[in-house]
């Protein structure tokens, strides 16, 4: 599913997000950026050790990466050429709606800041963190149409879901801001 907002398009997929052939990709990070599992794990595990070393610097240059907030890298030996690791709320940890829009603005400022056109980010916060799909869906998508409206570099901002389930929740919703 694809939607044209003026110079950008909004567009689902079901897939890997490691195999995303975009600029930068988005990884559900905690503060730590340390990447043991769930798609933090699978992006080192296919990208290389590069990603968690050039994490470990980053965190001991600027220290843990807060909650809403984003860090980038290098993709190592991904077809993306930069990950960003966004990190998102622990749900019951309050504001998280919030948290969870300041994460993927701060994703979607990163690649501008790099002159990036394309971005892939996944539902952040939904895995181990329990943030409810549906929500996700509302928020991130909000805030990726309200950053698209603004001047970016942006052309493409890709939702790389990893079911069909996760698809049709962010289906219905960007059908309701079209």
């Known amino acids: 599913m694809r939607i044209q907002l003026d110079n950008s398009a909004i567009e689902l ?3 890997d997000i490691t195999a995303m052939e975009t600029d930068a990709i988005v990884n559900a990070a905690n503060e730590h950026l340390a990447h043991g599992g769930g798609v933090a794990g699978v992006i080192v ?3 290389g050790h590069r990603i968690q070393e050039e994490s470990d610097m980053w965190v001991r240059q600027h220290g843990l990466v807060k909650t809403g907030t984003a860090a980038i890298t290098s993709g190592g030996s991904l077809k993306a050429k930069y990950v ?3 990190v998102g709320p622990i749900m019951g940890s309050g504001d998280e709606d919030a948290k ?3 994460a993927t603005l701060s994703a979607l400022q ?3 800041e790099q002159g990036l056109t394309s971005i892939a980010f996944p539902a952040i916060s939904t895995g ?3 943030y409810p799909m549906d929500r ?3 928020v991130m998508l ?5 950053h698209l409206a603004g001047e970016t570099t942006l052309r493409k901002v890709i939702f790389c879901l990893w079911d069909n389930k996760a698809f049709d929740v962010f289906a219905s919703e960007l059908g309701r801001i079209q």
């Not at 909000?142 to 309200?146: E, G, N, T």
């Open 13 to 15: 997929t079901v897939g």
């Open 45 to 47: 595990r296919k990208g």
């Open 84 to 86: 960003i690791h966004a």
């Open 100 to 102: 969870l829009r300041s």
């Open 110 to 112: 990163l690649a501008d």
């Open 128 to 130: 181990i963190f329990g």
């Open 136 to 138: 996700c869906a509302k």
């Open 142 to 146: 909000d805030a990726v149409r309200s």
